[in-house]
């Protein structure tokens, strides 16, 4: 690309060097452009078009309106103006002033304006801070645009374009080149990113693209592992290998056998655990418990969103390294939010039609009133910091979807969330920033309960909240009676509370006091129907 400069390569000492070295995304050296992408159309096949704004001289204006600038949805397509009655010819002029941009409104202009949260009267300058940000405009009651400061994405290979990622800015483009760079390279990978950024998607990405895609994909939580059974569940058992062992087990590497095997949240792996890995890894051989010794064929995946170097970290630097022979980055939702139109309408899609009201979805034939009512739930949705990152943006458009019975209906408790999106995203980090690590044994009784309480009892943001490794948390609550997972509620049990809140999953996960994360995979993992889970 024009402007950029060649990547700067750090030589490792020989022992820590990697087998394979593959760029973390996205790559810092990319140009940045101004880029105007669509969030919202009432033709929702435009959602995620984009039109670069070209290089603007000082006083010199740049027309955006009905019929100017043309959008591209992708590569080799046209570009298409936003062509909506509703949007004036003539809507808005972009001026440089200097190193801020001042976007004007046209006295021609008919058509409603706002621009990040405020009405457009005259004139709003925005500066070089904001642009990157990303700010939100409103045209007309009809089309929501986002104007960023972003890297512009290359044409997509046609191999490329397969890999099954939603969204279409450069970041996805790019991740998905990396999927597939990683898919035909066949070693084993480190997915970090922060909670909520896809990192299981990726890793699920990465080995359908691969020659072992046809071969099985275990996933396996390492948080919520008991470092006691860790040696079975790991790499098996023979029958009455230990008490309790009533018949032989293969483990979960000898489950993937020939495909992959999944590591979530792989840096709460307990530490007595992390040897027997790191030989299983290097060897590629593991030992049931009571067995012998036997070759396994597997690729490992793991993801982690913990950091695994630096003081006060735990994890066995040898075992990170062997981890990551290729590594991938995920980005937060905030820095590539020009896929935030096409997400939330791929899981409003999804939702709706499950729960059969796809009618309800916008289109050309929807009403004006309706599509107002659209574009401003993607609007303010556009407009929020998503700390919970894609995660958090699936769950809001689930309660959207399940409170629109005859029309679009934004919750309370999300328009409340939405309304101080700065707010919400900076108590939000606060609550879940790391704690200095501690030992769970100096957690009260009391302090325990009130962070469980306060964190909907989603296990990785109390262990964040208290400093501790989610391990811990997992294996203090299992020693509890006063606490339980999703997956030990009796299915009984589950019905009935998902019968009195007529199918809401979040609400049934605070009358249970379990996570919701954990009840929705839990409903998944049974192929229970909750908006039916009240029948027999």
């Known amino acids: 690309m024009h402007g950029r400069n060649p990547p700067t390569l750090t030589r490792l000492d020989a022992d820590l060097t990697l087998p394979s070295v593959i760029p973390v995304l996205p790559g810092s050296a990319e140009e940045q452009r101004l880029v105007l992408t669509i969030v919202f159309h009432p033709d929702t096949s435009r959602i995620g078009a984009a039109a670069q704004v070209p290089c603007l001289d000082d006083g010199e204006p740049w027309i955006l309106g009905r019929r100017s600038p043309g959008f591209v949805r992708a590569p080799g397509t046209p570009a298409a103006p936003l062509e909506d009655a509703h949007v004036s010819r003539q809507a808005l002029a972009l001026v440089s002033e200097g190193g801020d941009l001042a976007v004007e409104r046209l006295p021609s202009s008919t058509s409603r304006c706002r621009i990040g949260g ?39 290979a046609p191999r490329a374009a397969t890999v099954e990622l939603c969204g279409g800015s450069a ?161 937060p939702l905030r820095e590539h939010p020009e896929d935030i139109g096409e997400l939330l309408l791929h899981f409003l899609e999804k939702n709706l039609r499950q729960l059969g009201r796809g009618h309800l979805l916008p289109g050309v034939e929807t009403s004006a009133l309706e599509i107002a009512a659209w574009a401003e739930l993607f609007y303010r949705f556009l407009a929020y910091d998503w700390p919970g990152n894609v995660r958090e943006l699936a769950n809001f458009s689930s309660q959207v979807a399940i409170a629109s019975v005859d029309g679009v209906m934004l919750p309370d408790d999300i328009r409340q969330t939405l309304q101080s999106p700065s707010h919400a995203a900076s108590s939000a980090v606060s609550a879940t920033r790391a704690a200095p690590r501690r030992h769970i044994r100096d957690v009260s009784e009391a302090e325990f309960a009130t962070a469980l309480h306060d964190t909907a009892y989603e296990v990785a943001n109390v262990a964040r909240q208290l400093g ?45 006091k379990v996570s919701f994360t954990g009840l929705r995979s839990r409903l998944r993992d049974t192929a229970l129907d909750w908006t039916r889970a009240q029948e027999d």
């Not at 009405?119 to 500066?127: D, G, Q």
């Not at 418990?289 to 490992?300: E, L, M, P, W």
């Open 118 to 156: 405020r009405e457009l009267h005259e004139k709003v300058v925005l500066s070089r801070e904001q642009l990157h940000a990303g700010v939100p405009i409103l045209l007309g009651h009809s089309v929501v645009l986002l104007l960023r400061l972003a890297p512009w994405s290359e044409p997509v």
């Open 468 to 512: 501790v490794s989610r391990q811990s948390v997992y294996r203090r609550m299992d020693e509890s009676p006063l606490y339980r997972l999703a997956g030990q509620v009796p299915l009984a049990e589950l019905k009935e509370a998902l019968g009195r809140h007529g199918g809401d999953v979040r609400a049934a996960a605070r009358d249970l």
């Open 171 to 331: 970041y996805m483009t790019r991740l998905r080149e990396q999927v597939l760079r990683l898919a035909d390279a066949g070693l084993d990978v480190l997915v970090r990113g922060e909670t909520g950024t896809g990192k299981e998607v990726v890793a699920t990405a990465i080995h359908k693209a691969s020659a072992r895609g046809s071969k099985p994909l275990v996933r396996v939580n390492m948080a919520a592992m008991p470092a006691d059974l860790a040696p079975a569940l790991l790499f098996g058992n023979t029958r009455g290998a230990y008490t309790g062992a009533s018949s032989a087990n293969e483990g979960f590497f000898g489950q993937a056998d020939g495909g992959a095997l999944f590591m979530d949240e792989i840096g709460d792996t307990p530490a007595e655990i992390q040897p027997q890995l790191l030989r299983a890894l290097q060897e590629r051989e593991i030992q049931a418990v009571g067995g012998a010794i036997r070759k396994v064929d597997v690729r490992v995946i793991s993801a982690t969103d913990a950091a695994l170097e630096g003081e006060g970290c735990d994890f066995k630097a040898a075992l990170r390294y062997r981890l990551g022979a290729s590594e991938i980055k995920l980005l």
